[in-house]
Every structure is written in C-alpha cells, then in structure tokens.
C-alpha cells in the first residue's frame, strides 16, 4: 500500500521545487552608465542584452547630438542656421519633417524657429536680460516655422531664420536608442535623458516603472506614474529661468508672444508611446495651458498628461487616473474626454 504525503509536506515540497525553478533563471545582468551630454545629465540602465550594447547606445546619443546641437558650429543645424540651407543627414531630415508636422498639429504653439527669441534671452548663451519690446517685435517677424523648406533631405531657410530642434532632439534620442536597444535583445530598460524618460518594456521582475513627477514648487514630487513601454516627458518653468526685478523667466516661450509664456501651468508630464511626440506635446500643452491642453487631448486621444497649475493644483488626464498616485499635500482632478 502507497503511503500518501501530508498536504503540508506535498505544499512545502512545492514551494521548495519553485524556488529552485526560479533560481534556475538567471536575471539579466545590469548595465548602466551616465554621462553629459544635450546640455544635460543623461544615465542609460540596461538590464541584459549583447556585449557592447550599452557602449553603442552612448556612442548613438553622441552622435546625435553632433547632427542636433544649435550650439555646436559644426552641427548640420547650426550650418542650415548659418549658410540658409544644407544637406541634412538622414537622423536630422527625419527628426526636422516630424518637427515641423508637430508645428502644425499643435497649430504653432511649438515653432521650432523660435531659436532667434530664445537667443534673446539670454538662453542659449547664459547672458540673460529681458529683450527690448521692439528688439522682440522685430524676432517675431522671423518665427514662423510654415516658412522652413524640407525637400528630401535639403532644408532651407528664408534670410534671418534659425531654427532649434531642442524640443524635440531628447524625444527622438529616447526613441532611437529604445529601437537599438530591441534590435539588440534588451528587452527591459530605463532611459533617464534629462527631463525625458523613455522606459523599454516592464523592469525585470515583469512589474511597471515608477517614474515621479516632480513638484516644480520645491524639491520633492507632486506623485508618481506607473508605465512600461512609454516616454514619461515633463516641461517646466522650474527647469531653466532667471530672476529680474523680482520675476522669474524661463526658457519655455510663447511664439505668439516672445516671451515666456505665461499660461498658468508650472509643468506639463506627457506619457506617450513616441518620445518624440511626447517631447513637443510637453512644451506645447504648456504655451496652451490647462483648457487648451485638454481641448488639444480631448480631440486627439492618443497620449496621456499630468498638468501642475502655479497654484498647485493636479489635473490628470483620465488614462493615468489608475496609473498615476499622488503625493500626499496636493490636490487633484480628472479630465474626462
């Protein structure tokens, strides 16, 4: 007669076999590295892959940001700034068509040749002044991103137009080294690129990434968002800006005016699946502030916002409403479509 196991012997006896089966795996190895560059702090976290991956990805970021910078004199952008027109690289033909189409979308509150404007004040040189009225009058007359000419891969400019793609060259980054990553078998990755996250996959235990948002009044966060596969992208007046006469400026501008713009928003978070897309949303939802970032969201649908108005009020679009937690001393509301 076969003599039958106790029902904590044959659990425990389980447990033990699945414990042993999980350590029969082995997780991916970790891989990170930080490091300078797009005028910002950039950590790249990579949890498995080939060898070599992580050095191709920072290597990718680089040059990039030689093809991107308007600051880098021997950048194609900073030559179609100079000569009016140039042959652009394959990486910056493309990034500059979406650009431009997101210009449109958003119906010019992104306009890429703001750049002269920026300049300005004080921005992209660290000389910062608030501009005479009529010295801004006069840059206005040059911002209008309808006026840039892409034909194939030749860009042209009219006379006394520059362009920046600064609003965009993070996002693009985020979704280039996601797709270099895959195509090398990192399936779960972190991308930290400055104020633009960029998450491949779930994180290696299979669970959500917990990105926070921080609190533009002061160092800690106004809560956190759970996402995998997603570009987490925040704007804010926090990020960068000057104080005169009491004021504080920062670098987001309105193209209608010339001047920060002033729309009631502290900062914008976008979750999207483009991390280009999320990257002009950011700062485009911010020139539109709260009732015209949710008209924009309500026609469109196809990403997700945390919007942080000055008077510290949250408001989240109704896709995050189960994603996003908040921090304890805020208040929040919930767009519906």
């Known amino acids: 007669m076969r003599k039958r196991l106790p029902l904590r012997a044959l659990a425990a006896g389980l447990a033990l076999l699945l414990a042993l089966c999980a350590g029969c795996t082995p997780q991916p190895e970790k891989h990170t590295e930080t490091f300078a560059a797009m005028d910002t702090v950039m950590t790249l976290t990579l949890y498995g892959g080939e060898d070599g991956t992580l050095s191709a990805a920072k290597d990718r970021v680089l040059e990039l940001e030689s093809l991107l910078s308007v600051t880098d004199p021997d950048s194609e952008i ?3 700034n100079r000569d009016g027109s140039a042959a652009l690289s394959p990486d910056a033909a493309e990034l500059l068509g979406r650009a431009l189409e997101l210009c449109g979308r958003t119906g010019g509150a992104l306009d890429v040749t703001i750049y002269p404007v920026v300049r300005a004040w004080g ?3 660290g000389n910062y002044a608030v501009p005479d009225g009529g010295v801004i009058a006069d840059l206005l007359t040059r911002v209008d991103y309808t006026q840039v000419r892409l034909d194939g891969g030749t860009a042209s400019l009219p006379e006394g137009f520059e362009l920046d793609l600064g609003a965009v060259a993070k996002g693009y980054t985020g979704d280039t080294l996601a797709a270099l990553l895959k195509e090398n078998g990192v399936t779960s990755a972190l991308l930290e690129l400055g104020g633009n996250i960029h998450t491949v996959g779930t994180k290696p235990d299979g669970s959500d990434w917990r990105v926070a948002v921080r609190d533009p009044a002061g160092d800690g966060y106004v809560g956190v968002v759970s996402v995998a ?3 987490v992208i925040t704007s804010g007046g926090y990020e960068r800006y000057f104080e005169e006469g009491g004021v504080r400026y920062w670098h987001i501008m309105d193209p209608k005016t010339g001047a920060p713009a002033r729309s009631g928003l502290a900062s914008v978070t976008v ?10 949303l950011s700062t485009a939802l911010f020139v539109m502030g709260l009732d015209g970032a949710l008209d924009y969201w309500r026609a469109n649908r196809d990403f997700e916002a945390i919007f942080v108005a000055e008077d510290g009020s949250v408001t989240v679009t109704a896709g995050l409403e189960d994603a996003f937690a908040l921090s304890g001393r805020h208040n929040m509301a919930v767009a519906r479509p």
């Open 123 to 125: 921005f992209t040189t």
């Open 271 to 280: 979750v999207a699946d483009s991390g280009v897309y999320g990257d002009a």
């Open 229 to 231: 596969s997603k570009a």
């Open 78 to 80: 900073a030559a179609l």
